[in-house]
């Protein structure tokens, strides 16, 4: 068995290798050889503490992604998030290669939002507003960055204090970052990206514009959400796949008439993205293993040379 440790992987990866490696398998998860299994949401011994198993087979790879999120670690100072990729050997059953892939979650996350918004969003784009100030939250303004050539990016948060330290480390990455309140910043959008764990709208569909796209990235579970259903019927809908999304997803909160396009199939060309500059965008982003088993397999290769 290969075993990349997270620094080895951490010192591999980049915001290139991580945008090839999603749009890679946003194309292989409309294939026909792909399918991704039911998501396993579970606890550890202390309820708190919680792990989601994501697993999926294509007509390369095979494996699953364990995700954990355990806020007890604080007490350690330890991350609170981990992350593991395992890749099956598809000749003998066992465990092929086992990526420690925390960073490179971070990045998968982000270089999702950045092909969907790169594919999405109108050229002209330059307004980023960003819910959302945690760890997440940075890498996926630097990720929209590198596809739009941002003239703002306002943020919105919850704590003044933590959001101001926010935009000054945005700042320091040479991002043109500012604070705003959530109507003024939504009223003014090209794109708007939320990043959050929230159980609740974030803004009212009344202040979307017209030509606006819309990533929600931080809805994965039953129970969470960041967007104002009502904004569904005045857009179109795109996700990473629509069975997952509507289970665990954003669009859990749509109607059940609702029609969803998997953003693979307009990388294809199978399916339209953005028809004209007036329309509404929405792009929900659940997460599915084949993105993690891409970036463990680009990885890997990057090892290898």
Same mark, same amino acid.
């Given at each position: ?12 990866? *980049?915001?290139?290798l991580?945008?090839?490696a999603?749009?890679?398998a946003?194309?292989?998860? &409309? ?7 039911p &998501?396993?949401? %579970? ?7 919680r792990?989601?198993?994501k697993?999926? %087979? ?5 494996? @699953?992604?364990?995700? =954990?999120y355990?806020?007890t670690n604080?007490a350690?100072?330890?991350p609170?998030?981990?992350?593991t990729?395992?890749?099956? !050997?598809q000749?003998t059953?066992?465990?092929? &290669? ?8 971070c ?6 939002? %950045?092909?969907a918004?790169?594919?999405? =969003?109108?050229d /002209?784009a330059?307004?980023?507003v960003l819910f959302g100030? +945690?760890?997440? %939250? ?11 050539p941002l ?9 003044p ?6 935009v000054?480390k945005l @700042?320091?990455?040479? @991002?043109p970052? *500012?604070t705003s309140?959530?109507? =003024?910043?939504v009223r003014?959008? !090209?794109?708007?990206v939320t990043?959050t764990?929230?159980t =609740?709208?974030?803004f /009212?569909?009344?202040?979307?514009r017209?030509g *606006? ?5 931080? #809805?994965d ?15 179109r809908?795109?996700? /990473?796949?629509?069975?997952?999304s509507?289970?665990? +997803?954003e669009f859990?909160?749509? @109607?059940?008439?609702?029609h969803? #396009?998997a953003?693979g #199939?307009v990388?294809?060309?199978a ?6 500059? /007036? ?9 599915? #293993? ?7 397999k680009?990885i890997l290769?990057?090892?290898?040379g």
């Open positions: 068995m290969i075993h990349i440790t997270e620094e080895q992987s951490s010192a591999l990866v *980049t915001p290139e991580a945008y090839q999603v749009r890679n946003f194309i292989a998860a &409309v294939g026909p050889e792909a399918e991704s299994f &998501v396993v949401l %579970a606890h550890a011994s202390d309820p708190q503490n792990f989601t198993i697993s999926a %087979a294509g007509s390369e790879l095979a494996g @699953l992604k364990v995700g =954990a355990f806020p604080d350690h100072g330890l609170r998030h981990a992350s990729i395992l890749l099956i !050997d000749q059953g066992k465990i092929g &290669v086992l990526v420690e892939g925390s960073a490179l979650n990045y998968r996350t982000a270089a999702a939002d %950045a092909v918004t790169d594919t999405l =969003a109108r /002209d330059e307004t980023l100030t +945690g760890h997440q %939250a940075a890498y996926e303004a630097e990720a929209i960055a590198r596809v739009r003239s703002h990016v306002l943020v919105v948060g919850r704590n204090a933590r959001t101001g330290a926010f000054e @700042l320091e990455m040479g @991002l970052a *500012t309140e959530p109507e =003024a910043a003014s959008a !090209d794109v708007i990043a764990t929230a =609740a709208p974030l /009212d569909a009344e202040w979307v017209a *606006t796209h819309i990533s929600s990235m931080g #809805s579970s039953q129970g969470k959400q960041e967007l104002p259903p009502k904004i569904f019927p005045q857009a809908l795109f996700c /990473d796949l629509p069975e997952q509507v289970r665990i +997803g859990q909160h749509a @109607l059940p008439e609702i969803l #396009s953003i #199939s990388l294809t060309g399916l339209p993205g953005r028809q004209d500059s /007036d329309e509404i965008t929405v792009f929900d982003s659940s997460g599915i #293993s084949l993105q993690d088993l891409y970036m463990a680009a290769d990057a090892r290898n």
